[in-house]
């Protein structure tokens, strides 16, 4: 059943080639699936010298269904290889999809672990945590179930992130409660196939902690300058302000995690991006000690059937890398430095307009003022005394919308463009905007106006 699958799978993306490649909104220098719906990254790890992103999957549909593991290789972060895809949701613990989870090494082998979903025909879900095993990293063999259900959750309960800390095992699992409240859960093992659970670490009405979601997803526990830093993706935040405008938010909180007697102690959640599409990050550590970080550059949502690219079979993609760093107790996000590569003719632009579609732009403010850039004619960044503003055309009513964060000044822009997306890093990293945009295709006009005084550079892009 796994061979018929996968081929069934590698005839879809053989069927729609043509179309999806063709695509005007098709990106230059981020990571897309080969045909249909790409959402989560999952298993990061540098294994063995090598870079590997794994995502959920649905090659057979532009919408939500039965998920695989996708799979690229690269050797930095820049040039990527199409691997085999890794795993396929073939067996009876999985059969309605292989959902997200995590990698790590052990005796020279790679791990993946992940959410078997099953849904039965009576409306019920079923979760399983599983784990599948490469000698090579890209062929992998399932070892199934390797954690049940505890009973005192619903069977939303998923996404397990797994790492090593003195002679244990550790796994966090996004869930949610009895009486529906979002939670992360901490397990241990001595190796990696048997668990127990240690308690429930953080969720909504703990750690002082007010009502906070119905369900956290995607937790992932790092370290960051002598921190413990709890990523999660909580879903039934309601608007606050500036903040929580997205149908579902990722952030972070800092604090310490006492493993023995399974409390982490922390301060308040702090949205790790500002802008549109951003959900379900996952990080790993490298082989240089960096922290990298990839989200999902889309979201669940209303809007997503509206994506013009669905006509052309194929829909989201993965944010560029970035390397965190805690700074004055907030997480800074970085492009990673072997983006340089990307580099092509270095141009320092005179006067107000430039014009491209694939590249990235360093802004250097002389003095903090007023200003606003308008992006392709399809959206716009403004910054006002003390808020910075992100407006995008709907695209369900084509009117604009915005997404805001205060901010006392700005000093630098970094930004990456694609053809059909925004990656805006903010006086190096203290805030960062993600977002999909689809301009006319032939627009390529990048112009800024204001009363700020401002330097800037452009270099186009390309593999």
């Known amino acids: 059943m796994t061979e018929t699958l996968i081929q069934k799978a590698y005839n879809e993306v053989k069927k729609n080639k ?20 790409l959402n989560d990254p999952n298993g990061l790890i540098q294994f063995k010298g090598v870079y590997h992103v794994f995502f959920q999957w649905n090659p057979f549909d532009t919408a939500h269904g039965a998920k695989f593991w996708g799979h690229y290789t690269s050797k930095d972060m820049v040039h990527w290889r199409e691997e085999p ?75 397990p992130k797994v790492w090593k800390k003195g002679n244990l095992w550790y796994m966090v699992v996004g869930a949610q409660t009895l009486d529906e409240k979002g939670a992360a859960v901490l397990f241990h093992s001595k190796d990696l196939f048997h668990w127990e659970e240690g308690g429930t670490i953080a969720g909504s009405g703990m750690n002082g902690l007010e009502d906070f979601g119905y369900m956290w997803e995607c937790p992932d526990l790092i370290h960051l300058n002598g921190k413990d830093v709890l990523l999660v993706s909580p879903q039934g935040l309601m608007p606050e302000g500036d903040l929580y405008h997205n149908l579902f ?25 500002r802008g549109f599409d951003f959900y379900a990050p996952q990080t790993f550590l490298d082989e240089s000690g960096r922290t990298i970080l990839y989200g999902w ?18 829909v989201h993609a993965l944010t560029l890398p970035r390397e965190l760093e805690l700074r004055n107790g907030k997480i800074s996000q970085k492009p990673v430095g072997e983006l340089k590569q ?42 006002d ?52 945009y689809f301009p006319k ?23």
């Open 249 to 273: 938010q990722s952030g972070y909180f800092i604090g310490a995690l006492d493993y023995e007697r399974v409390k982490f102690q922390h301060g308040p959640f702090t949205e790790l991006d």
């Open 342 to 383: 990307l580099r092509k003719e270095r141009e320092f632009v005179e006067g107000h307009i430039c014009e491209g579609i694939s590249v990235e732009l360093l802004v250097d403010f002389v003095k903090s003022a007023p200003f606003e850039i308008t992006f392709r004619n399809e959206a716009h960044l403004s910054f």
């Open 385 to 436: 005394s003390d808020k910075l503003t992100l407006k995008r055309r709907n695209l369900r009513t084509g009117r604009l919308e915005t997404r805001s964060c205060k901010i006392a000044s700005v000093s630098k822009l970094r930004i990456f463009m694609d053809h059909s997306s925004l990656e805006i890093f903010v006086n190096d990293g203290e805030e960062v905007f993600t977002a999909r």
């Open 297 to 314: 550059m889309g979201i669940t949502d209303e809007l997503e059937e509206y994506q013009p690219t669905i006509a052309n079979g194929w």
């Open 441 to 463: 295709p032939d627009d390529v006009t990048i112009s800024i106006h204001g009363e700020a005084k401002f330097n800037w550079t452009k270099w186009n892009l390309g593999e």
């Open 85 to 159: 895809i890794a795993l396929a949701p073939s067996e009876w613990y999985e059969k309605n999809g292989c959902y997200s989870g995590s990698a790590v090494e052990a005796g020279g082998k790679l791990h993946l672990f992940y959410t078997g979903n099953v849904k039965q025909e009576n409306g019920t879900r079923e979760t399983y945590q599983c784990l599948a095993v490469s000698e090579d990293g890209i062929h992998f063999e399932k070892k199934g179930p390797v954690l049940r259900l505890p009973e005192h959750f619903t069977a939303h309960f998923r996404d």
């Open 18 to 37: 043509n179309k999806v490649m063709n695509d005007p909104y098709r990106l230059t220098y981020h990571i897309m699936p080969p045909v249909g719906l």
